[in-house]
Every structure is written in structure tokens, then in C-alpha cells.
């Protein structure tokens, strides 16, 4: 199997579910509490009629047995399209076991008649930027949104970009961004279980790893004063005060541990002498706030390394690959519901939270032909495993990291699989592969099925190693030569 063969099975096996290399598990393990942070407390601090936010790790009682939260399971949405391609297909259900549930739908601002389970068929949407919003209300009048967003161009045109190769660099730089809520305990067990399979391909890699939560806040008395790894901070990886695992520093065996003991997160906040902490009403709380935000903190992160405002800033490194890992059964918190205003809000720095913009942000400051890869180990909306993960388990759809994913070529795995082996090894073989991947000007787009070829510059002679197109990037399957080359692939375009 070659390498374009090798990258067309693996989505496919992704897509049908892994078949039968894993064993559903639940996805969430909710945590119930008496009382929830609010916004008097901290701007963004808090869990109660999070809109985009948590299954159940903030207020209430957790679920068990049906899930009584309305929820909206978007089966198909419309993708990036040509005006010649027609129609677009929304095709949906409202998913709710306390009551009666009711909704409403907007394209591009104009309400469009739907039900609760409802198939629409958009005719010809307009050029540009499109969207079509579902909100569901349950019983009580709490909304859930889902706003899916495509872009309707007007052709695919023809691009061809020549690259230099000269030398090959063996420079890596990863974040593990791990969601510490209270549903992800058996999940954070597993991914550590398995993270040899993640390491064991950075053999002769100058790699530097550094780990963080999806956590966006704990610096307040609702949480805990002295919680110093949230808003995109690097956790503190032993006593000796390294904030990065790096090749020149440390063994691989030492990696492998140093990754094990931070990746998992206990499922409560704890004291410095080893006890549960208590708030000043005397409740526990988790570890790590119920908003995720992945994206977020991922944007924080390189943001306060670039303001030198990291533990350890060096850990990431100008012109060096940089690969993201997010692992949550939680989608991005991008809104909340202010029950007092009865509406939808944006969370506070919603543009962070926005995946373009976190490429954006990573081409600017650290080299505009630095690779940069987003993958996902989530309840994997493209597949039928996601789907069983879902059922009455608390979790949601990580619509907003498998967007992510595609665009920059990143790896999407399932965190409801009860072995991450295959997966992690699979995302350590692309790190691996930095090297042998160059950025596109633009996502690549089929075009009747052919995708692009690359070419010696100035003839017509395809290169021998083999590539695919993935995203914005061409991934080769071994080193080019040194020489000149041209990459000729397709992009949509307002033209």
C-alpha cells in the first residue's frame, strides 16, 4: 500500500466507526454539585445554561439512564460548495426525554419552517458566506444551539506553487490539550495508558511536549486560587519546574512517564498536602471548569509564549512544525444563555475560540511556512461510533475541533474507544512526519476527482516518493531531493 493508499484508508477507517478494533465506553461520568460558579463571580467562570458547553459537569445531578438535556444531532450539514453544485441538505433531529421540546430555524437570517426531526433542502444559496441556526428550546425555555456554516463559491480554479527542499528538518513542537472536566476521568485513564504508542515514533526527533487543559478560568474563589495550568498555561510537569519535555533534556523513557503523570487529571481539585479541596461553602469541585474550550486555550497558549508570559516559553519555537492534540468528549464552548437577559451570548475573546483564527495567529508569529496540525481525539461527528457514544451518555458532538482537523490535516479519533493505542500511533507517525509535509496556499478541493500532482519544476515529470493532498497541506511519504518543485492542485474561488 502506498502513501496516498495508506492516507485514503485511514479516514476510511475512520469514518465506518473503527468496526470492531474498539469497545464502546461512556462517554461522560458526570459529576453533580450543589452550586455552580456564575458570572458575578468571573466573567466566563461557571456552568449552568452553557449553550455549546457541558453534558453535565457543572450544575445539577448527573445523568443516568436517559438524558433528559435537549440536544440537536445534525446528521448531514452542507460543506464548501461551487453555485453549479445546487442545493444544499440540512438534515437534523431534536433529541429530548423531559417534555415537550420545540424549534426554530434560520437561513442567513430568514426563519425557515422545521420540525423536530426535519430533512430541508436549501435551493441555491447565495454566494459567499451562508448559515443556517437551529435552536431548540425544552420545557423550561432553555435554549441549545447549532449554527452550521458553509461557504458557496463561484468556481474551483487551478494553482500551482513551487517549493525549494533543501535540507529536512527533524524539529517538532506538540501540545497535549487535554479537557480536565469532571466527565473525562476514564478517558484521561486510557489516553495515559496508551501513550507509548503517541511516543515511540519521535526516536531521532528534537521534539519539545508540553501539556495544558481546555480549562479557561479557575482563578477566583469559586474555584481554586492556586490553579495555575488554565487559560492556555502549561502545567508544571514535576518538582523540578520543567514546563516542556524536550529531547536534549530528557530520555524517551522519561518522556513516556512525565506525559502519563500530566495527562491524567484527577477528577477533583485537590490541596498541596494531597486532600480534597473545599471551597468556603465546603464543595468539592473538579479539577477543571465545564466550559471547554480547546481551541481557546490552544490560541492562549501560543499567545502567552509569544508574550513570554508562559512558565516556559521556549517550549515552543519559531519556524519548528507544531502539532495540537485536544482530547475531550465535549465540543468548543463558543455561547452561553444568560437566563436573566433570556438570550445568547458569545463567550468572552469568542474570535479565539473561531479555528481560522488560531491558524491565522500561528502563521503570523511563528513563520508562514511553519507546518501547523490540529487533531482530535473527540465524539467524532462524522461517524456512527460517535453517534452510539452519544446515546444517553452526556456528550456532544466536537463539531468545532473535527472542522479544525480537516482544515489543517489533522488526525480524528475517537475518545469513546476503550483503546487509544491505534489512534495515538497514528497521530505520533504524522508528528513524525513533519518533515515531509509542506503548506498549500489554499485548502485543496477535489476537482472530478483528481486533486493535484506534484511535479520537477519546469517539466512535466511527476516526483517518484509518494504524497496526498490533505487540507491545506501535501504530506510526502519520504524525502524529496533537494531541487525545485511545483505542487498544481485545486482551490474554490469567488472568480
Not at 271 to 285: E, Y
Not at 289 to 308: C, D, L, M, P, S
Amino acid at each position: 500500500m502506498n502513501l496516498f493508499q495508506k492516507y485514503l484508508f485511514v479516514p476510511t477507517l475512520i469514518l465506518f466507526g473503527f468496526g470492531s478494533l474498539f469497545v464502546f465506553q461512556n462517554c461522560s461520568t458526570d459529576v453533580g454539585f450543589e452550586q455552580v460558579p456564575s458570572l458575578e463571580h468571573h466573567e466566563n467562570a461557571g456552568e449552568g445554561g452553557v449553550t455549546d458547553g457541558p453534558g453535565g459537569d457543572g450544575g445539577g445531578t448527573g445523568t443516568s439512564g436517559e438524558d433528559s438535556t435537549v440536544r440537536i444531532h445534525v446528521n448531514e450539514e452542507p460543506k464548501d460548495m461551487t453555485q453549479s453544485e445546487g442545493n444544499a441538505v440540512v438534515d437534523f433531529e431534536v433529541i429530548y426525554t423531559g417534555g415537550q421540546a420545540t424549534v426554530q430555524c434560520e437561513h442567513n437570517g430568514s426563519v425557515v419552517a422545521c420540525d423536530l426531526v426535519d430533512r430541508i433542502t436549501i435551493s441555491n444559496p447565495p454566494l459567499g458566506p451562508n448559515t443556517f441556526t437551529i435552536v431548540a428550546r425544552d420545557a423550561n425555555g432553555t435554549p441549545e444551539v447549532e449554527t452550521l456554516s458553509w461557504t458557496v463559491y463561484r468556481s474551483i480554479v487551478s494553482v500551482s506553487q513551487h517549493i525549494s527542499v533543501d535540507v529536512q528538518s527533524d524539529q517538532v513542537d506538540v501540545i497535549i490539550n487535554v479537557d480536565n472536566s469532571g466527565s473525562m476521568l476514564s478517558e484521561q485513564e486510557n489516553m495515559a495508558n496508551r501513550i507509548q504508542d503517541f511516543i515511540s515514533p519521535f526516536s531521532g526527533l528534537d521534539y519539545h511536549i508540553a501539556v495544558t487543559t481546555t480549562s479557561p478560568i479557575g482563578n477566583d474563589e469559586i474555584w481554586k486560587p492556586s490553579l495555575n495550568y488554565v487559560d492556555g498555561k502549561f502545567v508544571p510537569l514535576n518538582p523540578e519546574g520543567d514546563y516542556c519535555i524536550k529531547s536534549s533534556k530528557h530520555s524517551q523513557s522519561q518522556a513516556q512517564t512525565l506525559i502519563r503523570n500530566n495527562v491524567v487529571r484527577g477528577l477533583f481539585l485537590l490541596n498541596d498536602d494531597g486532600s480534597v479541596f473545599k471551597d468556603a461553602s465546603g464543595r468539592t469541585r473538579p479539577e477543571g471548569n465545564g466550559w471547554e474550550r480547546g481551541i481557546y486555550t490552544t490560541y492562549r497558549a501560543f499567545e502567552r509564549a509569544v508574550n513570554n508570559q508562559q512558565g516556559d516559553s521556549s517550549c515552543l519555537r519559531p519556524n519548528v512544525a507544531k502539532h495540537v492534540i485536544v482530547i475531550s468528549d465535549e465540543r468548543e464552548t463558543m455561547t452561553y444563555f444568560d437566563g436573566q437577559a433570556n438570550i445568547i451570548r458569545e463567550m468572552p475573546d469568542y474570535a479565539k475560540s473561531v479555528g481560522q483564527n488560531l491558524i491565522d495567529y500561528v502563521e503570523d508569529h511563528y513563520g508562514v511556512d511553519t507546518v501547523f496540525k490540529f487533531h482530535s481525539i473527540i465524539v467524532n461527528p462524522d461517524t456512527d461510533e460517535g453517534r452510539q457514544c452519544l446515546q444517553g451518555n452526556g456528550g456532544r458532538y466536537g463539531v468545532e475541533y473535527a472542522n479544525l482537523s480537516h482544515l489543517t490535516g489533522g488526525h480524528i479519533g475517537s475518545v469513546c474507544a476503550s483503546n487509544y493505542a491505534t489512534q495515538l500511533g497514528q497521530i505520533g507517525e504524522q508528528i513524525s512526519n513533519s518533515s515531509l509535509t509542506y503548506n498549500l496556499e489554499c485548502v485543496a478541493v477535489s476537482n472530478n476527482g483528481n486533486l493535484g500532482r506534484v511535479v520537477i519544476k519546469g517539466t512535466n515529470t511527476e516526483v517518484t516518493e509518494d504524497y496526498g493532498f490533505f487540507g491545506d497541506k501535501v504530506e510526502f511519504g519520504g524525502f524529496l531531493g533537494a531541487g525545485e518543485y511545483t505542487i498544481q492542485y485545486f482551490c474554490y474561488s469567488m472568480d
